[in-house]
């Protein structure tokens, strides 16, 4: 079983990412939190791949994964993504569905569509794969359309978002583990609850089964935990602060 490695979402702080001296402020701030990873996702400015990458040499961090790309862009701009993807050191390329893809017929043509591509992308040495909410889980033919999707595009990876599982109903770790091998990278993302409504707390201080989670982890080959939290309950930094120091008790390193 190899290592673990913690990756902050830069969604989590895309309030704090737009403009380029505040991108490169808030990267500086991750730096020195203690991540060495991140994921390009929800950054306004630089837009420019080149000027971004800089960004992140600067800062000594590494764009291991992104979530940049829309499905239409993988599928119809595909050498475009692929060369910014190479050019960043991205290990994968990461889309989610658009709403139109959110019933039984969508969930082949998504796999479908995805089939024409992924031999190009894993060609050029990076993973295709497929970040969920809950909609993924609604079942058709006895599948979910996550199993749909990736039963029907061979190689196709899921990136796994664990609290979108829970919510949509599913148990993360029976999945982690159900697609074992194909989950090289998984969104850590907790679930609490505050009068009545879910929300996000720090990795850890939540509800979910985070020992049952890692083990499924460790078990399926996963190398990349992506810290996200959409709505952050505290301040976005502390907030991956906190991640990460609970994280490192679980054996996952920076």
Excluded at 181 to 194: A, E, L, T
Aim: with cysteine; aromatic share 10%; proline share 2%.
């Amino acid at each position: 079983m190899g290592e673990i490695i913690a990756v902050a979402q830069m969604y989590t702080v895309r309030d704090y990412c737009t403009t380029v001296a505040d991108t490169a402020a808030t990267c500086g701030k991750l730096k020195k939190i203690g991540y060495n990873y991140v994921q390009a996702s929800g950054i306004k400015e630089p837009k420019d791949v080149k000027e971004l990458k800089k960004i992140f040499d600067d800062n000594g961090l590494v764009a291991c994964t992104t979530h940049r790309a829309s499905l239409k862009e993988v599928i119809e701009e595909t050498d475009r993504v692929i060369e910014e993807h190479v050019y960043l050191g991205s290990v994968s390329v990461i889309s989610g569905l658009s709403a139109e893809y959110f019933n039984r017929d969508g969930f082949y043509r998504a796999a479908e569509e995805l089939g024409k591509v992924i031999g190009k992308v894993n060609a050029a040495g990076m993973v295709l794969g497929l970040h969920n909410h809950s909609g993924e889980f609604e079942r058709f033919d006895g599948k979910t359309g996550l199993q749909i999707m990736l039963d029907n595009c061979k190689g196709l990876e899921s990136e796994l978002d664990v609290y979108w599982a829970q919510n949509g109903g599913a148990d993360p770790a029976w999945w982690i583990e159900y697609f074992s091998g194909r989950c090289s990278q998984i969104h850590f993302k907790d679930m609490g609850v505050v009068g009545h409504k879910q929300t996000m707390p720090p990795i850890g201080e939540g509800n979910l089964n985070w020992e049952r989670i890692m083990s499924a982890c460790r078990k399926s080959g996963v190398g990349y935990a992506i810290v996200e939290m959409d709505r952050p309950t505290i301040d976005a930094f502390e907030a991956f602060r906190i991640s990460l120091e609970n994280m490192k008790k679980w054996g996952i390193r920076t």
